[in-house]
């Protein structure tokens, strides 16, 4: 099935850029929602199944943005970045309590080598690219993990690792927490009044990053 989709994607990529009179695009396939996107849709970030059944998100976001100071305002969960004090925080980050669907695989469902053999049908399969996966791994699972790694050396690369018992990141992305801490970190969003964020914008803060195809006295033509 990955494959058919694959090659039927590859295939409408070449249709259309010759009808359009360019080149096809290098790479098609992707995993995807993936990170901050996979938020705004309430499911797993890209092949990584849930973290667990109650886990806390959290988000890092600046200062002086308006969304951290409405939020702030109105008494959610809140830390200063790892180095950082409260006081002169120029990164916050804050707690977002997750419950994850009845119906979801969590991150200690998989074994080490269930989630590297994923990794590989996919890459294998559907991406054309090495797809970017976190391996959670059990104290009993790293020389197991090991040996897969240097039998499959030649395609390695998209990988990272960590020790799925306890939290080794001050404030990591993830952090598994009870039924009743999700409860009682869910009440502080309760009663948060999104609407009152126009109160704080004073300027439009969407506008991203832009590369220009024009500046100065060129321009970039493909």
């Known amino acids: ?22 080149s096809p695009s290098s790479a098609v396939t992707a995993v995807k929602p993936s990170g901050t996107v996979s938020q705004t849709v309430n499911c797993a970030s890209g092949m990584h ?43 916050y980050v ?3 309590p997750v ?4 119906s979801s695989v969590y991150s200690n469902d998989l074994s080490a080598l269930e989630q590297l053999e994923y990794w590989r049908n996919v890459k294998v399969n559907y991406t054309e690219h090495n797809p970017s996966v976190t391996i959670s791994i059990a104290d009993d699972e790293w020389v197991g993990v090991a040996n ?26 993830y952090e598994e927490i009870t039924k009743e801490e999700y409860e009682k970190l869910s009440a502080k969003y309760k ?26 006295n060129s321009c970039e033509i493909n």
Not at 191 to 213: G, H, I, M, W
């Open 148 to 173: 897969w790694l240097y039998e499959n050396w030649e395609m390695i690369g998209g990988l990272s690792f960590l020790p799925r018992v306890g939290q080794v990141h001050q404030l990591s992305p």
């Open 99 to 102: 419950k994850a669907p009845k």
């Open 49 to 91: 199944p849930r973290h667990s059944e109650y886990y806390i998100r959290r988000i890092r976001i600046t200062s002086t943005d308006s969304l951290f100071k409405m939020l702030r305002d109105q008494g959610v969960q809140y830390h200063p970045e790892v180095g950082q004090t409260m006081a002169n925080a120029n990164t």
């Open 1 to 22: 099935m990955l494959r058919a989709l694959r090659e039927e994607a590859v295939a409408m990529n070449k249709k259309y850029a010759k009808r359009f009179g360019i």
């Open 191 to 216: 009663n948060v009044d999104y609407s009152k964020l126009v109160t704080y914008e004073f300027r439009d803060e969407t506008e991203q990053a832009k590369e220009l195809a024009c500046s100065g």
């Open 94 to 96: 804050i707690d977002f």
